[in-house]
């Protein structure tokens, strides 16, 4: 598995990597900023994870993972933020932004290891809540409607909830809000095949692994108390955004 290493310490570079492959993990990558990352991760597609610093020159950690994220052939690279940047506010900045798990320098070797087999495991673990589908999306909707998420299990809780969409140059960025808590997801959006159609659907891409753990957490407790069906058995199998009945 290729590991791509980010700071713009040399120093910390030669740290990180010597841990590594003291770890085992010896195909290793290693940039000075968030523009050379970028540049690695477009030449090298079978990148399997992201270790960034957060304070770098050019384009720093922050902006490289949101940037990463908004591709839809990363959304689920495991990313761990190294930096010194602890604050609860800063952690939970980087964790919206789409790191998967959060390292505060100084570090010992032991808490590399823990964090990174962490995120490897929660990734391989997934499979048991992982999509099955897409986030589809109605062009009947305009800037805000219904979401409706359609799981494998027909006598599961309904989920409901809605959406707003922002449009910028770098995407469709979706808000959606479950019971009460707010999940962006960014895409590109296709073309509208027919503009004849009242209700034209297209599928915006796999569902986001953080999506699927994030919603069927929140109903843990709805979809065992209730239901007596164990959440990690709960397929999400497809997210609608716009108005219009799920087909099952």
């Known amino acids: 598995m290729k ?14 990597k010597n841990t590594l492959n003291h770890l085992g993990y010896k195909d290793l990558l290693e940039g000075e900023d968030g523009v050379q990352a970028w540049d690695l991760l477009c030449q090298t597609p079978d990148i399997g994870v992201l270790i960034t610093d957060w304070n770098m020159p050019n384009m720093n950690g922050l902006e ?3 940037k990463v994220r908004a591709e839809q052939k990363y959304v689920d ?18 964790l919206k932004a789409g790191v998967n ?9 032991q808490v590399l290891k ?24 109605s062009y009947d909707q305009k ?5 409706t998420i359609v799981t494998s299990k027909d006598n599961a809780p309904k989920i409901e909830g809605s959406f707003s969409r922002s449009t910028s140059e770098s995407g469709t960025t ?17 073309e509208r095949p027919d503009t004849s159609k009242s209700i034209t659907t297209r599928d915006l891409g796999p569902i986001p692994y953080w999506l699927v753990e994030d919603v069927t957490e929140d109903y843990k407790s709805d979809v065992t108390d209730l239901f007596g069906i164990n959440a990690t058995s709960l397929k999400i199998e497809r997210i609608y955004i716009g108005s219009f009945t799920p087909l099952r």
């Open 3 to 16: 590991i791509l290493v980010v700071d713009d310490s040399s120093t910390m570079r030669r740290i990180i």
């Open 174 to 190: 979706f808000q959606i809000t479950i019971n009460g808590k707010e999940y962006d997801c960014k895409f590109k959006l296709p």
């Open 143 to 147: 800037s805000s409607g219904k979401v």
């Open 64 to 66: 490289l993972v949101k």
């Open 114 to 137: 823990e964090k990174l087999e962490a995120v490897i495991k929660k990734i391989k673990d997934e499979a048991g809540i992982q999509a099955t589908g897409v986030i589809a999306f």
């Open 77 to 94: 690279m495991p990313i761990i933020m190294v930096t010194t940047e602890g604050g609860k506010t800063e952690v939970i900045t980087a």
């Open 101 to 109: 798990n959060y390292i505060v320098k100084p570090f010992t070797p």
